[in-house]
């Protein structure tokens, strides 16, 4: 039997489902259309801010996350925070308010969004501002431009198809991007199957930078198989460099193996201040989709 994909822009963290304890885990909220990541504090002694913010390009996409931390043995969900004051301003003096879960979902506490819907723009740079708990925390990230997706194409992959993982699940589909030669560019990708994000384990995160994609994206096939007749959508953000770092962090934290010569795990950096973890991610986004089997 086949494993589902692994392809060359696709961190090595996918593979360490032995440190599950341990993980950033993504997500879907359906309400939000955001991602949940829940931090687990490698400092047991001192619950820490975690602040998880979004802006990018595209309507409904803006969401600010605020929760404390969880220690490595805690399980259940992390403490959220639902009375911070959450602003967002851009290079250009305008400013967007947040408002904790407007529409009270039970799935959205902690979950701020806009109380004006926006867009975000390319090449603007935003600051978020959180105030919780008595405490001010802020950071900056940059809208950075991003390629566009050429297309999708599916194949039946005749390995999977003579022993599925699933049964029926054995079309794979590829993706073709171009990578603009003339810039640095860094990459977030993420994978749907009938609008749920989906991920080959439940540890995968899929980044790369344009060192290790090369002049394009040519026919990688997507992490994950499908059936004949699902929808597979496939979507890449772009990253300023310190949220690639960001995630390249957290995938040498994800595959840490605590042999002899390993450095001990560490939280991720971060572009937030005052000690806070997470991630404040601006983002272009580009997207498409293909019916496998028509």
Known sequence: MKSENKNIFYTKAASSSMKKALIYSLLLITVTACDEAVVLDLDETTPKIVIEGQVTDHTGYQFVKVSKSSGFYTTGKTPRITDATIVVEDDLGNRFDFVHNPRN???SVGYYL???PFVGAIDRTYTLTVIAEGQ???ATDKLNSITTIDKLEYRIDE???EDPEDP???YEVLLFVK???ETRDYYLFKTYR???LTYNTETDVYYADDELVGESIDGFPLPIFYNNNDLARAEVYSLSREAFIFYRDLDKLLNNDGGMFTQPPADPRTNLSNGALGLFQASAVVSS???VGE
Request: net charge negative; hydrophobic share 15%; charged share 40%.
């Open 105 to 107: 979902h039970a799935d």
């Open 114 to 116: 806009p109380q004006v």
């Open 136 to 138: 001010t925390y802020t």
């Open 159 to 161: 390995d999977e198809r």
């Open 168 to 170: 029926g699940r054995f």
């Open 179 to 181: 990578e603009p030669k």
């Open 194 to 196: 009938n609008d749920s």
């Open 289 to 291: 989709e293909i019916r």
